[in-house]
Structure formats: C-alpha cells, structure tokens
C-alpha cells in the first residue's frame, strides 16, 4: 500500500510582475512559504515602465513600490532573480520544481546598490527598460527603485566575462566586493504544494506589420516607448519629446489596435487594455506640455468597459478636447518635407479616404504570449488556447488543465492591472485550498532577545556615519560629520562606517550598544525606506525596540543631490544629523498590539460570487455565515442559462448549492438581511433580521445586481420588446424559433448621463445569443444595433463569428437613438447606418434591449460597514488599480456584481480573490498591529470629532458617553491626520510625535 | 412702542412662558448694564424674573460662549452670529442641541462704542435713545442724532446673517438681506507684497500682551489645553516677542478656520485694539473661496475642514 | 553673496520622500539650501509645524504627499 505523500505548505510562484507580487504576498501573509522565481534580475514586471496608470492617473511606481518593498523583505517570500522554471515532477500538494539560477555576477547580499561600478564600466548598452531609448551599461541595475536594491552584470555585454584578462573596472570601483566574474550558474530543487504562473505578457513587434511603419520611420513609436517618453525616470525626463530629433510635438495621433483584432497574424482577440492606455497616454501627454497639444486616437470600437472607464473616456473626449477618430487607418507614410511628420491615410466609417498629418505616432501594440512562456506550457502539460494563452477552463477563474497549477493575468488572457490583481489573489486562494492543511507549517518566524526597559534611562545615543564606500565620504566629510555629531546633546557614542549596512558593521552597533550602553541609535546614511527595517532588526537582536532607532539620509538626500558642493553638503548632512539626534532623544519605546479575534466570515449575499466565496473559505477550512436575502441561493445567475462559453448555468449553480448544502462548514441563512454591524476587523458581530447574532472576523460583500427595467424603446408596453435576461429564457425554451427578424439594441440604460458607466457583458452576451439564435434558425436575421462592440479579450472571436455567420452590425450613435414603434403584430425599429448614411427600417419579431447592470441599494450595507459607494452606487475599493477587492475598512472586502459589471467567470475569480484577501487577516492567530498608531490623551479631548471626520480608516470616533475620542489600534494605520487636526493637542501619534517632530523644526 | 422694545417684551414673555412650563431651567440673554449700551449677558433662572431681559442695540456678546457642555436644560437668546456659533457648536458635539431651546432675534447690528465715543468727541454717554434708523446720543451739555449705521460695528456692517439660522421660536420681524460681502478690507491687505504683509502683521502684533482675552472671548476656543499653554511640545514661546505673538495668532485663527462666524468677539474684547479680525477674516474668505464653505450658515453641512472630499479644489497644488 | 532661501521641506514616506531618494538615485543635483522631515503620511503635518518652521527661520516651507 502506497501513502500518499505529505502536503508541502509552499507555493511556487513564477513571474514577479504585479500578479506574482500580489500572489506571493496573499500567499506569505496566509501562512505559506513562497519561491518567487523572476527570470529578470529585478521583480516588478511591467508596472515598473508605465509612466501613470488610469483611470487614477496615479504614478505607476509609486504605487508600486510599497507592495515591492514588502514583497522583497518578506521574510516568508523567498525572491529568486535570474531564474527560471526549467522541470516540474510530482502531484498537487507534492510538486519538485526544478530551477535554473542563473548567475548575476553580483552577490546581492554584498551589494549595496551604490551604482559606483556603473559609473565606472565602460560598456554601453541599449536599454531595454528604457525600451531602447536610451542606454546603460553592461552592469546595471533593472531600472532605479528595482528590489533587490543590487546590479546585474549583462553577461553578453562584459568584456570580462568574456576576456577574464579584459578590463575590470568594476571590480575596483566596488569598495563592497559584491562582484565576481566568475559566478556560475545554478541549479536548485525545491519542494512545493501548488505553482501559479504568472509570467504576464510580451508587447507586440511593431514591426511584423510593415504598414505603420514602425522601425522605418524614426516618428513612429510603440505604447510603451511613449510611457517612458511620458515618465518621469525615463530617457528624457518626462519631457515630451520626439525621440528623433528632440522636437516637442504638437499634434500626436495613436493608432489601435496594432495587432490586436487582427485575424490575418492570428491575434484575433482584442488586448482589452489598449484603449483605455491610449486615453490616458492622450491625457497625460496633454498635462505634460506646456503648449496646446493636439492629441488624436484612431480607433475601430472604443473599449472602455472597465470600471470608472466610461467616465474616464468621457472627460478625455469632452473636457480634456481629445479627439477620437472612428476609422481604419490604411496606410503610414512620412512627410516629403523633411520635417519628419508623419501622415496617416485613413477610411472614415463612411467610406471616404482622408489623409492627416502628426509630428508623432504612437502605435497602441497589443499584448501577447512570450515564446518561452509557450514553450514552457508545452514542457510543463499546461494547454494554451489557440492564441497560446493558458486561457482558464470554463468557470474556474483561475486553474489549468494541470490540477494544482494556477494561472493569473495577462498570461491567461489579455487583461489590466486590477483583474490581474484580482486573478493572482485568486489563483493564491486556490492554491491555498489544497494546502490548507499544510498552512503554517513551513513559514519562518524570526525570534529575538528579551527587551531592554528603557524608561527612565539618562539618554545615550549611538551615532553611526557612513561613507557608502565613496557614495557619501567623496562628496560629505564625513569625519567632520563625526566629530559634531559628538557635540550634540545625548550623544554618548560617534563613528564612522564604510558601509553601515554590511553585515559586520551590524555586528559592530550591537557590541557598541553594549560597550556603551546606548539606548537610542542614529545611523546617517542612505534611505530609510530601503535601510530602516534593516536597522531595527539589529536593535532587536541587540535587546532594543526597535522603535528607539533615527536615520538621517545623508546620501540619496545629500551626497547624490550636491556633488559638486561638498561643503554645503557636509552643512547639511551635520543638520540632517543634528535632527535626528534631536527627535532620537524624544524616541520612546513602541510596543505592538494584539488583539483576540474570531476566525469566521460572514458572506453577505448567496449569487455566484458570494457562493463561490463562501465555498473557498470553507474548503479552506474556515467556518462561513451565508447571507442571503431572497429565498434561495443563485442570485441573478437563476435566470441566466448559458454561459459566455455556452456553459449550462443552471447546473452550475445546482453543484455549487449542493457543495454549500452539503459542506460541514457553511450555515446558510436565507430570506434574511443584515439588520446591524458593529466591531471591527478580527471581532466583528453582526446581527440579522431574523435576530440572531454573528461574531465574525472578516465581512465578504457580495451583494450582486440587477437588470435594469428599461423605461424605453417600448419596454413594458410591448411584449415583444425584451431584455437580454428574458430573451435567455426565452432562448432557451425553444419560444425563439418562429422569429425572423430579431433586433438587439445595445447600452440600453448604460453609458447615459444617468448611468455614465459601462456594462461590460452585454455585448459579449447579444452576440452570444445572436449566435444561438443563427444556429438554431440560420435564415433568421439578427440584426445588432450598438454604439460600440466591446468584446474584450478572446470574446472578439465570437464577434468575428458572428459577422462570419450573417449576423448585421449597425452602429448608431448616442444622438440618434434607434426608434422602436409598434407595427401590428411586429415591432417597427429604423436606425440610421452610419456607412450608408441612411435610416435602416426593420420589421422586427423580436427586440432584445442590452439592459444595464444595476446595483441593489447597498446604502445601508456601506453606511454599517463603513465602505464607501461610488457615484453610481456600487461599492467603491480601496484603490482601483491596486486593492480591486479591499476597502479602507480592514477585514471587509466585496466580490461580483456589487463592485460593477462583469461575467460569470470574472465574478468567480473576484470571489476567490476576496477569500484571498481575507485569509491574509484570518491565517493570524490574533489581530497585529505594529502599534504606531494613534493616541488620545482624554484630558485634553475635547471631544469635537473633528478627528473621526478626517479618518480616512475610520479608526477614531468620539465615545457617546465619555464624550472622548477612542482610537481603535487595530484599524490605526497611524498617518496622523486626526493628530494634525486636532486643535486641542489630544492626539498624538506614537513612533512619530509632536514633540518629535517639533524638536526637528527646532533643530534647525 | 418701539422696535427694540417690542423685541425685548417678547423675549421675556418667552422666557417667562419656557420657565414657568419648565421646559428649560435657564434663559441666558442680556440685561441693561448700569451705563447706556452696556447690555450685558444675564442668566435666568425663575419666571418672575424674566423682566431683567433686555433687547437694545448693544447686546454685542456672543452667547455661544455659555452654552457648551451643559448638563440642564437652557434657553439662549440668539442673534445671527450666536446662531451660527450655535450650529457650529452643536457640530462640535460641544452643545446638545436637544437641551437647548433657541429664542432666535433678528439683528441689524450692534453699536460699536468706540465709534460712539469718536461721535462724542470723548464726553461720556449719558443717555441713548432710538428713534428709527437712529440713534439720540447725549453727553453732558450735548445732544446729536446718529444714523445708527454709521455707529455699527464693523462686524455689522458686513454681516449677511442678521436673521439666526436656526432657532426653536423667531421672535418680530426678519431683518433685511444685506449685499454679499465684498471683503474688500481683505483683498486690500493681499494687495500688499509680502514685506508689507510682514511688516503690517508686525506692527500689529507687536502691541499684543498675550492676556488670551481673544481667545477666552471666543465660542469657538474651549480646548481644555490651548496650544500656547502647551509644554511637550511648545509650539510657542510664552513671552510676547512679536514671531511668537504672530505665531500665537495665526495659530489661533487657524483653529478658527471653517468655526469662525466672524461675530467680533475677539476684536471686542482685546484690550490693546489690535485689528484682529484683520487676520480671522483673511480666514474667513479663505474657507468660503476654497470650500464654499461659511460656518454655521447651513447647519447639517459638515465644516469644512472635518469633511474629506476627493474633489476638494486644491489651487495651491504644483502640477506637472 | 547670493542670498540663499532655507526650505525646510515635509515629505511623505510613501511618495514624495521616495521621489527624494529617486531624485538621488538619477544624481539630480539640486540647491543643498532644503531640509527634508520625513512624515508617515502628508496627513501628518500639523499647521502648527509649518508655522513654525517659518518662525524658526525658514524661509519657505514645501509640504508634499
């Protein structure tokens, strides 16, 4: 007899864009050891090039790089760079992967990031961060915030690596020693439970399509060079130029769909990403000149489904005066003046050919799958579709052909940033379901001495002044720094470093804490964003909190920034010194917080996100409260009865309800609502209309929507005017087979001044019933009457197919409605063709209305939880490019149609990434938190609740008795908004004080 | 009878009529001081002496000031200014509004005696009588008629809110609308360059002696520690160089920012008559222009700095 | 000699102190007259502290989140 082998509690992880990140960091939060492998010697992926990202318009990086610094320190993440995936051996649960380390040239432990050696190699390469706009060396560093903080060396580029005797110069500009030539590359087995492949995308070659001209004409450039051209870190410094001869623009067009949508080099998907980039890439470019510049897309259907897009593309259009060509572009040649403009001949949708010039092109370059990620599919069994993506199987969101393998992001089909963070989240919580019973058994957990009791001790401050090699001493004098640091009241202890952050240097502070009997650290050096937690760790091990430790950032801040002014900078870094001696004596001790909590969820609502929900949670072997408040489960799925990919749906929803029936874990409770909420993260307890109470940890939001009931187009006065929903009944009961004409009318109630948003799945869903409707009657005439088609992602297959089959498109615009009128016993439809220029009149049998998605009235859910519902009343996430499922409230997180519009097989994936999120909060034995929160000092309160109002985690709030404010320590995410306003001086933060801050000013 | 007059014998018969019903356990209003246009806060507690209440056109204070933290249950006398102060206060969670009963007066404005004394050229007032839209002042040996906008507070003259914005019970005709306030004594200090500014705010707050009577005037200044008496950390020095009397100031209207209802308390009470609504009402228009914002004119708005909006306009931001 | 204006400047950890170091990073050079306090968050900085920052001599005060 054969045993099967233990479960292993870690996750192989292949990719470290932003869906690798997010995965890792769910996974390594949810008590799993994580390889995160990266074939690039920096994590990040794409992110990282974007200049800003819609429709926030926030910077790229800066909303990247906090999830890059707590994914690269984590101790349970085990970031593997130059590496790649080479054999995968073993079942789900047990997996042996096989990985190829490649060699860096560069020991990262010893590398301090300083860029001394880059300065000194001789080699320039294209850089390809940079998209080739500019160049690096051939040791380099992936682009500036990359984690890990360490340089590479290009192995083809070296003249070392290829002549040992050659050149060198490296070598001596390293004071650290991290670099050796002669590193080797390595081959690692690890042992896993699950793998999720998250590898994203590689941009389309610009030049397989010779019309546009990319390649040949220097005016001419892809998406993503412009993104670097835009961003502030690239090649010209966010200054708007054309690359060629450094000209500013004055008019810039870009074209869509440059291999996307294109069935002749078998991309026939859209890249569903490149209308809304081309928007913002419109806009950006727009706030970046100083001039009028004239911005044009040319486009074939603007696709701006997502959500807050519509509005997005709706300002760019109206107020920010970007123009949209509706048209094919035929043909890009180059002016014959020399100016190096550029013309762009094209077909309006009228048939008529106009030509216009730019002095720029951007081409809006699809996405598609690496060579090698296809290669590896192969290797690995894993199916890709015809496009060569691991497209998920029907209704799984997230999983593979090959069970305990997960897919997420652009590599399971073009997709943005929030799905691929919904679908990594995701993909976490499926592997988390096989592993569950393996939780918690390989992560590491650090453990130091007792703690020093500070309190009361005279002050006696450690000063640490480093040279980084020749970063900081060739420019500050650091001896100087040194002697006056010994000067400065409380200091007890001063001296220099080479490197601060090498490893016997921590060695070095922890005997002088002992030597000397300091009980508050300051190291001037780099940045504490990078160094501090590095710092603190030696304070811990040393028996100090952590918390009794200043930096000063005498480098990046002072050395790097006045080069050529050593005397002033060596001022400054004595002031920058002065300070942190100065708030280092008011330090004090900060000690976390924990609290006890319940393990349990509450799923509020029971359609098919909120099942889903509760399903994984409960195979995760959490306890789960479902709520639902109609009588039974399904939601609006009831009515629905194919999938987008001809799924039978009822089936579905019976297997998910028998699974919920028949789990140990779940307890249903329907035709009930949620009557009160009170709590917070880890101890919620919530009571229902029927009037039993529920203590619970985490809150899942799954509330669902609905069909809006149409008020036009005769909907309700004539019965043979239906919505998409009554259709699919309709459909599916064989009731459809007589009809001849069959008219759908798209965006009914959607994309109006009411519902300025997008529905995002009737179009995929009328062109799936126009083609059900053609099979079963093929001499039917289905005519789609839209203003744009949107079928993103693999969906625009279905449209071709449908174009194939005979089904007639006719696009109508928002100012001429179709007019539907009762004829007899037939509906009467006349729309204007755009191409004829022309009324159209149908005899219609039958006329479908796309109705839009509506939200239920989540008012009283979002005032209870304290969650916030946007404009058109869906609830609102915490960030809509980063935090898809989170709100501001910790432990409440929402999933399907209460967020917006979307298909059955997105609100699947939403679901498991809410369950995801959630386990980051439940895999803890107790609610922790660092403990720099805010204070109150009731004596002084007044009890204004001016600070509960600008909250903005809703963490303080005035008792009702006391008349005080009371801060909740486990929501306090300690940004000091209520102590700011606080007139009375009653708030305070710990770890960052008034009276700290206020001795820096003094200092001065 | 005449107009103030009618005014005062209805707010005693209301406060007479609240105290007999026991419906509150005191009236706070004004009583005649023992000089002409000394009306001074008075506090009531029995029906019979409902009769000590006065209305005149020297009830200046703000009665805001007494109506915080109050456990019984009080009726206020409340002109425009008290009522907005009331409003805010009661936003504040400092005022239980179910505990107080609001007697709302309409105002035309309070009677500046500087500006009294400046008509008197010195002599002391020894009678006032009003006679329409003016005022019969008599000093030993001489008699003039005043017309009473002319002896307005400035405060006054450019309120808009005469009429309270909220009250329980209206007593005797609204006031008239005023015109929008041109803030004209603003824009002419942000005229000035900055070393004018500088040296204005200098000359001005030099005089300052730092006796808080500002501060202690003002409803809206109840911190239990203000931040001049702060230690850890002393965000200002106690001694009255000018930087840390500026400092005390521009702290103190900040704290005032989206409270203020500009009703001149401060001003009144400084002994050393520092222009100090010079510098609240540079606050003032601030809050209006940037947030549309003006205290206590709408009750259930919340004020403007404990409110986040995301479409807040922020004009001062540098943009790329 | 030029007269040099002190700038004492609040940053937020998250954005605009990281675009400080960056600024390091691409060794943009800059007037060494500023002086930067690093904040959990620009929701940190008291009016009080800009004040007095000015009173303290400071000649400009850059508050940035």
């Not at chain 1, 087995?189 to 492949?197: A, K, M, P, R, Y």
């Not at chain 2, 509150?24 to 806060?41: A, H, I, W």
Request: aromatic share 6%; hydrophobic share 40%; net charge neutral.
């Amino acid at each position: 007899m054969t045993t099967k082998p233990d479960k292993v509690g870690a996750v192989m992880v292949l990719g470290a864009g932003i869906a690798g990140i997010q995965a890792s960091l769910d996974l390594a939060e949810s008590g799993y050891y994580v390889y995160l492998v990266e074939k690039s010697p920096a994590i990040g992926g794409t992110m990282p090039m974007l200049d800003k990202t819609f429709p926030t318009n926030d910077c790229s990086m800066c909303i990247l790089s906090p999830k890059l610094v707590e994914c690269g320190r984590h101790l349970n993440i085990n970031v593997m760079t130059c590496s790649e995936l080479v054999d995968l051996q073993g079942e789900p649960g047990n997996f042996k992967a096989t990985i190829l380390k490649k060699a860096r040239f560069v020991d990262p432990e010893k590398c301090t990031g300083c860029g001394s050696c880059t300065e000194s190699c001789p080699v320039k390469v294209d850089d390809a961060f940079n998209q080739g706009l500019d160049k690096r060396k051939a040791i380099y560093k992936l682009y500036a915030q990359a984690y890990p903080n360490a340089y590479a060396i290009d192995k083809q580029k070296c003249l070392k690596i290829k002549k040992p005797k050659a050149c060198g110069k490296c070598l001596e500009a390293c004071q650290a020693g991290a670099i050796d030539h002669t590193m080797q590359d390595d081959t690692v087995d690890v042992q896993i439970g699950s793998v999720i492949l998250v590898p994203g995308f590689e941009a389309f070659q610009a030049k397989e399509l010779s019309y546009y001209g990319y390649g040949k004409l220097a005016n001419v450039v892809t998406s993503l060079e412009f993104e670097r051209l835009l961003s502030a870190s690239g090649p010209f410094g966010g200054h708007l130029i054309r690359p060629s001869d450094h000209k500013e623009p004055k008019k810039v067009a870009w074209i869509q769909c440059v291999g996307s949508r294109n069935c002749k080099i078998e991309n026939g998907y859209c890249s569903s990403v490149c209308c809304m980039y081309a928007i913002k890439e419109a806009v950006i470019a727009k706030e970046h000149t100083p001039y009028e510049l004239d911005t044009a897309i040319f486009f074939m259907d603007m696709r701006t489904y997502g959500k807050e897009f519509e509005k997005y593309y709706d300002r760019a259009r109206n107020e920010q005066g970007v123009r949209f060509i509706r048209s094919r572009v035929y043909e890009v040649t180059e002016a014959t003046d020399g100016s190096g403009n550029i013309i762009i001949r094209y077909s309006n949708e009228d048939g008529t050919i106009t030509n216009e010039e730019f002095d720029m092109v951007v081409l809006s370059i699809g996405l598609e799958p690496s060579g090698e990620m296809i290669e590896l599919a192969g290797k690995l069994g894993v199916e890709l579709n015809k496009f060569n993506f691991a497209e998920p199987p029907s209704l799984t969101g997230v999983g593979t052909n090959r069970p305990g393998v997960y897919v997420a992001g652009a590599f399971s089909g073009p997709r943005d940033i929030p799905e691929t963070v919904m679908q990594a989240s995701a993909a976490a919580a499926d592997s988390s379901v096989i592993l569950s019973d393996a939780r918690g058994t390989l992560v590491k957990k650090k453990e130091y001495p007792a703690e020093k009791d500070v309190a009361g001790d005279i002050i006696r401050t450690g000063v640490f002044i480093c040279h980084c090699g020749i970063n900081i001493g060739s420019v500050v004098k650091v001896p100087d720094v040194v002697e006056y640091a010994r000067t400065l009241p409380g200091v007890a202890f001063a001296d220099e470093k080479l490197y601060a952050c090498s490893q016997d240097t921590g060695e070095q502070i922890k005997e002088a804490i002992e030597k000397y009997g300091l009980n508050r650290i300051v190291v001037a050096s780099c940045s504490p964003r990078t160094h501090e937690p590095m710092f603190q760790d030696t304070l811990k091990e040393a028996g100090l909190n952590p918390n009794l430790f200043e930096m000063a950032n005498i480098r990046d801040q002072c050395s790097w920034v006045h080069q050529k002014e050593p005397e002033k900078a060596t001022e400054k870094a004595k002031d920058l010194v002065k300070m942190a001696v100065y708030k280092a004596a008011l330090l004090e001790p900060v000690q976390g917080v924990s609290l006890g909590m319940s393990h349990d969820v509450l799923v509020i609502g029971g359609g098919v996100a909120g099942m889903n929900a509760a399903l994984n949670a409960a195979s995760q072997g959490y306890k789960v409260n479902l709520v639902e408040k109609s009588d039974s489960l399904g939601g609006i799925a009831k009515r629905i009865r194919y999938g987008m990919k001809g799924e039978d749906v009822q089936a579905y929803l019976a297997e998910l309800a028998s699974k919920i029936n028949s789990s140990q874990l779940i307890k249903v409770y329907t035709g009930v609502e949620i009557a009160e909420v009170h709590g917070f993260v880890g101890n919620f307890v919530t009571k229902l209309s029927n009037g039993e109470e529920i203590q619970h940890g985490v809150a899942i939001i799954a509330t669902g929507g609905n069909e809006y009931q149409p008020a036009e187009y005769l909907y309700g006065q004539n019965d043979r005017v239906k919505t998409l929903l009554e259709l699919e009944t309709d459909l599916a009961d064989g009731k459809l087979a007589g009809a001849k004409n069959i008219v759908f009318i798209q965006c009914v109630g959607s994309r109006d001044p009411e519902r300025p948003y997008c529905s995002r799945i009737c179009c995929t869903k009328s062109i799936k019933q126009a083609l059900k409707l053609k099979e079963a009657n093929p001499d039917a005439n289905v005519f789609i009457l839209y203003r744009d088609i949107r079928t993103y992602g693999f969906y625009e297959d279905m449209y071709t197919e449908a174009r194939r089959k005979g089904v007639i498109f006719i696009r109508y615009s928002v100012d001429s409605k179709p007019v539907v009128e009762a004829a007899g016993d037939k509906v009467k439809v006349t729309v204007k063709d755009h191409v004829l220029g022309v009324p159209v009149v149908i005899d219609a049998d039958v006329v479908g209305l796309a109705a839009a998605i509506v939200p239920p009235d989540n008012s009283r859910l979002s005032q209870f939880f304290k969650v916030p519902l946007n404009q058109e009343g869906f609830f609102l996430e915490a960030h809509l490019k980063l935090r898809p499922v989170d709100f501001g409230t910790d432990g409440v997180f929402m999933c399907g149609l209460a967020h917006g519009p979307k298909n059955l097989e997105e609100n699947i994936s939403q679901a498991k990434a809410a369950v995801s999120r959630a386990c980051t909060v439940l895999a803890k034995e107790s609610i922790d938190v660092e403990g720099k929160c805010a204070i109150v000092n009731k004596k002084k309160c007044a009890g204004c609740g001016v600070c509960e109002s600008v909250c903005p985690a809703k963490a303080v709030a005035v008792d009702p008795a006391e008349k005080v404010a009371v801060v909740n320590e486990a929501l306090c995410k300690g940004c000091g908004a209520c102590a700011s306003s606080c007139r009375c001086g009653a708030l305070n933060i710990k770890g960052c004080t008034n009276e700290q801050i206020m001795a820096m000013i003094n200092a001065l | 009878m005449l107009r103030m007059q009618k005014l005062a014998s209805a707010i005693q018969d209301a406060a007479r009529m609240l105290l007999e019903e026991k419906k509150v356990d005191l009236v706070v209003g004004f009583s005649k001081g023992s000089l002409p246009l000394r009306s001074t806060p008075c506090f009531i507690r029995k029906p019979e002496d409902a009769a000590k209440l006065t209305w005149d056109c020297s009830c200046e204070n703000n009665l805001a000031n007494y109506l915080r933290k109050r456990q019984d249950r009080v009726a206020v006398v409340a002109k425009g200014c008290d009522a907005r102060s009331i409003a805010a206060l009661i936003n504040e969670n400092q005022i239980d509004r179910n505990n107080l009963f609001i007697i709302g007066v309409p105002c035309s404005g309070m009677v500046d005696r500087a500006k009294v004394e400046a008509a008197l050229e010195g002599k002391d007032l020894i009678a006032v009588e009003e006679k329409g839209d003016t005022l019969v002042l008599k000093a030993i040996g001489v008699t003039m008629e005043v017309k009473l906008d002319d002896l307005l507070h400035d405060t006054c003259k450019v309120c808009r809110y005469g009429n309270p914005v909220i009250y329980d019970m209206m007593i005797g005709e609204p006031a008239p609308a005023k015109p929008e306030d041109s803030f004209a004594d603003v824009a002419a200090f942000e005229a000035l360059s900055p070393a004018e500014r500088r040296a204005a705010l200098a000359a001005e707050f030099s005089k300052c002696i730092r006796c808080y009577a500002c501060r202690n005037a003002c409803p809206m200044c109840y911190c239990t520690e203000c931040f001049v008496d702060c230690s850890a950390p002393v965000w200002v020095n106690k001694s009255t160089g000018t930087d840390d009397n500026i400092m005390f100031q521009a702290g103190r209207v900040f704290h005032s920012a989206g409270r203020c209802a500009d009703c001149g308390a401060c001003d009144r009470a400084c002994p050393m008559g520092i222009n100090l609504r010079g510098m609240t009402r540079k606050m003032v228009k601030e809050v209006k222009e940037l947030f549309g914002y003006e205290t206590g004119v709408n009750p259930d708005e919340k004020p403007a700095l404990a409110e986040f909006k995301a479409d807040d306009p922020q004009p001062f931001l540098v943009k790329e | 000699m030029e007269w040099e204006p002190k700038i004492v400047a609040f940053l937020c950890n998250w954005c605009s102190y990281a675009g400080a170091d960056l600024a390091g990073v691409g060794r943009i050079q800059y007037p060494p007259n500023i002086r930067v306090i690093r904040i959990p968050c620009s929701g940190r900085i008291n009016p009080l502290f800009i004040m007095s920052a000015i009173k303290n001599g400071a000649d400009g005060v850059l508050t940035s989140g």
